[in-house]
């Protein structure tokens, strides 16, 4: 497998409520880029004996090299769905990081500078489930991210599905990539492929 | 990959306690027999899934971690490649048992995914607090083997290795991970079948009448007969004399307890197994295991990008202490780092192996929290 | 089945090249327990091979090593841990637990119930002489209220178990007393068990006169066998009792006796179905 862009160390952290899907989209999202774009990646996330509504964390560290430290903790890419996830880790963001919101709930953003869309109402109103909003969000950091390859992405979630939720997850990750396009403009210069600009960050 | 006409490998996104069942599985495990614990569960409920649709797979669900650890050797002794994973409070319920398997030489696998303690301590936090339990946990003098994994893909490997040690040498194995291993996901590859080795353990072919089921062979391992395969043999967990029969008598006493450490020590370098990473010309090396072990390579290159000519030494068997490694590294290091979750129970081995020869520097957190790339760095820098 | 069998008989089944004498005292029940076991493995006609005795911690524990099964001793408490162990990886074998009163009821009494709930196939023995025999007569679960043991010298406070009250409750196949002293019943009761599907157990009331009766007024060893006659009644008559013909009595016979699949019976079954529905 080809791998795109080359990568030093690209951390990515999701967060929201327990319930929202956090972890499944994680999951998903690292066998994308591990299985099915060749890369390096370590997941992790928060255990605890969290209830549903509650807080719920899930963090990928990407790269073309192998990885030794499995642990996140300086963010190329926020995605908070929570206002309480946000006002958490928005300190994590690593200078020049990009944040992403639910821009229902989240309505105090810490920062002018976020891409958001609200995903909840996406998928309640163009999808017509609730629980189809972690696709959607899928398919907005497919085309975010400059290294990943829609296609390939669209497949690997495909695969991890039992085929009765297939094609209407397909159909909210298509939604989520292209409202990202028309909304959040040109995928953020600094991800595409100057590793060395982020080189030097002591953690 | 190799030549195209090969299968491909099949790659997983995997946790490493599934990674932990794809090695058994692959080692030829048909026995699981466990009591839930976090966060060793998903070894077990992914078991669940597996096992029953294998040919002669048996799950099994106890109601306790005794329970487990007598069903696991019940398994054992009919001839089953068995296992069960726990974590600390479940480890310390299972060390009656532990010593049990050690005294009738029942070859299984326990998986001890450690999480802070004592007591019911910090379940879902990563630590590992329960090396020294491992080595001694259970009464009586003994050999144990207890190996660890700091990657997922180690931990398909080291489970397979922890299955063909304890066949091989007739013992239980301890394979030590801890929250984090257990708990990151990473892309794995499932070797072909040619790419591992797997061990059975060795079976009698003399008539039944002449089998001794405790007797001193070449290797110090008896052969070891299914239960109800014709060789019927009394099997106790009182010092036993070969026929398997209960002995007080000082001389058979001392041959069994002899040979039971003979079986592993005599073949130490086949069952010490670290990898080495830059040590070759390391002014300072740091020792570490499992999770901790990935931070401490990161740190290292770290340092040699500040001119610092750091090394790491990983261990993969915790015990027996992989000793001749470490005296290696002490040969031309002039200070050892040992960073752990725990207070400094590997870093005693070090120091005992040291003898004052080099500087041994224990780095030691027991928060819960994994020691960062950062600290460990910071102690290099220092010593 | 009712053939009188001789003594020659045990004798195919003892180990010879174990170094004997035995470790049980004079007028122990256990021996007539092992002999009643023993007779009914003869009269089932299973192979030696296909037996499995699985034994705990204690006079009973020891009995394992005498006979020519496989045998397995295991630690205190714990037999029918390993017993379920060896039945799930090998239904075929005839998996018999030997157990004493403080070995299957008091430390192991966790695995005792669990054992009858999940109804594995296994055949449980429950040698009760309401005493800690081995270390020394302390008291077990067994002990009667009042009695006297190392370890109540003043009289025990607390109540005894009911092991067939017990195992019935926890959902056992099959459950049984009988006694030392009733040995042609016990050869009935214990094939009777062995030929149930899922868990069985038959408790033994077997008579220490060492450490229980020397401390409770029983002069001697044959004083024990006289208390058993007397008082171990017949379940049907017993029932038929009022309360005052029920003290100081016991009911010995079949409590339970059902047929329903045993755990490694229903699991096997599962694989099969399993497997059918891949091909």
């Known amino acids: ?203 | 990959m190799a030549a195209g006409r090969k299968k491909k490998r099949k790659e997983l996104f995997a946790l490493g306690n599934e990674a932990v069942v794809e090695g058994a599985l692959l080692a030829g495990c048909s026995f699981y027999g466990g009591y839930p614990i976090t966060p060793s569960s998903e070894i077990m409920e992914v078991m669940a899934q597996r096992l029953p649709k294998n040919d002669n797979g048996v799950f099994l669900q106890m109601e306790d971690e005794i329970a487990s650890m007598g069903a696991v050797i019940g398994a054992s002794l009919a001839g089953c490649k068995a296992m069960t994973a726990t974590s600390g409070p479940g480890f310390s319920l299972m060390q009656e048992h532990l010593g049990y398997a050690c005294m009738v030489e029942a070859p299984l696998v326990l998986v001890n995914v450690m999480r802070g303690g004592p007591s019911t301590g910090l379940p879902t936090s990563p630590a590992q607090g329960d090396v020294q339990q491992a080595r001694w946990g259970t009464h009586g003098d003994h050999s144990m083997i207890v190996l660890s994994a700091s990657n997922v893909q180690e931990c398909l490997e080291m489970t397979i290795t922890a299955f063909n040690m304890a066949e091989k040498y007739r013992t239980p194995v301890v394979l030590l991970l801890d929250e984090i291993t257990a708990h990151t996901r990473e892309k794995i590859t499932i070797p072909r079948e040619d790419e591992y080795e797997v061990f059975n353990r060795v079976v009698p072919t003399m008539p039944p009448e002449w089998y001794k089921p405790f007797e001193e062979t070449v290797r110090g391992v008896p052969p070891m007969p299914p239960i109800g395969s014709g060789y019927r043999f009394h099997v106790t967990g009182l010092t036993h004399d070969p026929n398997g029969f209960p002995t007080s008598r000082p001389e058979e006493v001392a041959d069994l307890m002899e040979r039971m450490f003979r079986k592993i020590d005599q073949f130490l370098p086949q069952v010490s197994l670290y990898e080495e990473y830059l040590c070759a010309d390391a002014d300072v090396c740091v020792v570490a295991y499992g999770s901790v072990a990935r931070s401490a390579e990161y740190a290292v290159e770290q340092a040699r990008e500040r001119g610092v000519k750091a090394g790491l030494l990983k261990l993969k068997t915790l015990f027996p202490y992989p000793r001749a490694a470490t005296e290696k590294v002490m040969g031309h290091a002039r200070a050892l780092v040992v960073p752990e979750m725990n207070m400094g129970q590997i870093s005693r081995e070090v120091k005992r192996v040291n003898n004052g020869r080099a500087t041994v520097r224990a780095l030691n957190r027991v928060d819960g929290q994994i020691i960062t790339p950062s600290e460990i760095l910071k102690a290099i820098m220092q010593v | ?279």
């Not at chain 1, 929202?20 to 299985?35: E, P």
């Not at chain 3, 990886?89 to 430390?107: F, Q, R, T, W, Y």
């Not at chain 3, 109540?159 to 002293?181: C, I, M, P, W, Y």
């Not at chain 3, 008082?231 to 100081?248: F, H, I, N």
């Open chain 1, 1 to 203: 497998m080809k791998q795109g862009v080359n990568l030093e160390r690209f951390e990515i952290r999701l967060s929201g409520l327990g319930g929202q899907g956090i972890i499944t989209l994680g999951r998903v999202l690292g066998a994308g880029l591990a299985l099915g774009h060749g890369y390096q990646v370590t997941q992790t996330q928060s255990y605890g004996p969290e209830a549903r509504g509650g807080s719920s964390r899930c963090d990928l560290v990407v790269s073309s090299g192998k990885i030794s430290y499995p642990k996140a903790q300086s963010l190329d890419l926020l995605v908070a769905l929570s206002q309480e996830a946000c006002n958490a880790y928005y300190s994590f963001l690593k200078p020049g990081g990009i944040l992403v919101l639910e821009t229902d709930l989240v309505r105090q953003p810490p920062t002018n500078l976020y891409l958001g869309l609200p995903f909840t109402e996406m998928a309640a109103s163009k999808v017509g489930i609730v629980q189809a909003m972690n696709t959607i969000v899928l398919g907005a950091i497919s085309y975010l991210l400059p290294f990943v390859e829609q296609r390939i992405m669209r497949s690997s979630l495909q695969s991890a599905l039992p085929a009765k939720i297939r094609d209407v997850n397909t159909k909210a990750f298509n939604l989520g990539h292209r409202e990202a396009k028309r909304e959040f403009g040109e995928q953020p210069e600094i991800w595409k492929g100057k590793p060395e600009e982020r080189e030097g960050s002591d953690i």
């Open chain 3, 1 to 279: 089945m009712s053939e009188v069998i001789g003594n020659h008989i045990i004798h195919k089944y003892l180990r010879h090249n174990k170094k004997f004498p035995h470790v049980l005292c004079p007028g122990c029940g256990h021996g007539i327990a092992l002999g009643a076991l023993i007779r009914s493995v003869h009269c089932l006609g299973l192979e030696k091979d296909d037996v499995v005795i699985v034994a705990g911690i204690g006079c009973s524990g020891r009995l394992a090593v005498y006979v020519d099964f496989n045998t397995v001793h295991t630690t205190h408490g714990r037999a029918l841990t390993f017993a379920t162990g060896i039945k799930m990886a090998k239904p075929h074998l005839k998996v018999i637990c030997l157990m004493g009163d403080g070995d299957a009821l008091s430390i192991g009494g966790n695995h005792l119930i669990h054992a009858a709930r999940r109804n594995i196939g296994i055949t449980a023995l429950v040698l009760n002489n309401n005493i800690y025999g081995m270390t020394g007569g302390q008291c077990s679960p067994t002990t009667p209220h009042g009695s006297f043991s190392m370890t109540s010298p003043y009289g025990q406070l607390e109540k005894g178990f009911d092991v067939a009250e017990l195992a019935r409750a926890a959902g056992a196949n099959f459950v049984a007393r009988g006694t030392s002293f009733h040995a042609q019943q016990l050869d009935k009761l214990l094939i009777q068990a062995l030929q149930h599907p899922g868990f069985s157990m038959v408790e033994v009331v077997s008579p220490c006169h060492t450490q229980y009766g020397r401390k409770n007024k029983f002069k001697g060893a044959v004083d024990m066998y006289k208390w058993l006659k007397k008082s171990a009644t017949p379940v049907e008559r017993y029932a038929e009792l009022d309360e005052t013909g029920q003290k100081d009595r016991f009911p010995i016979g079949v409590f339970v006796d059902n047929d329903a699949p045993g755990l490694e019976e229903q699991y096997y079954a599962l694989k099969e179905k399993m497997r059918g529905r891949k091909s």
